[in-house]
């Protein structure tokens, strides 16, 4: 069974950045990662995906402030936040497709890492 370790939560000041990581366990091949947030009482939302060839999926309201990056050696996907605002404040939960013989990619989900923004 795969499962998605992440790290790089925390509290941060606002204006600040954090490193968000999510690896495979055991490490394995995915077509796509990302990162999704969700706050209390709302559905849980795209903030930001990769796939294997390095296409980027943004959320409007993080474009230009974060940045995804995909290390395929590791399997690991990366979120950079800079310029963090109290509106981030979020769980935020790494997904993982990973291709299977059956032709629709199993979803993986992660744990969720907490990311509180003081002001």
């Known amino acids: 069974q795969v499962h998605l370790v992440e790290s790089g939560g925390g509290l941060v000041q606002a204006g600040g950045s954090l490193r968000l990581s999510c690896a495979t366990s055991?490490?394995?091949?995915?077509?796509?990662m990302g990162w999704y947030q969700q706050v209390p009482g709302k559905q849980r939302e795209l903030v930001a995906s990769i796939t294997r060839d390095r296409s980027t999926r943004y959320a409007d309201s993080v474009k230009g402030r974060f940045t995804i990056s995909l290390d395929n050696a590791k399997d690991t996907v990366y979120l950079q936040m800079n310029s963090l605002t109290p509106e981030d404040t979020a769980v935020y939960y790494c997904?993982?497709?990973?291709?299977?013989?059956?032709?629709?990619?199993?979803?993986?989900w992660g744990q969720g890492t907490l990311v509180t923004v003081s002001s």
């Open positions: 997904n993982a497709l990973i291709p299977t013989t059956m032709g629709r990619p199993l979803e993986v």
């Open positions: 055991p490490s394995t091949f995915t077509n796509a």
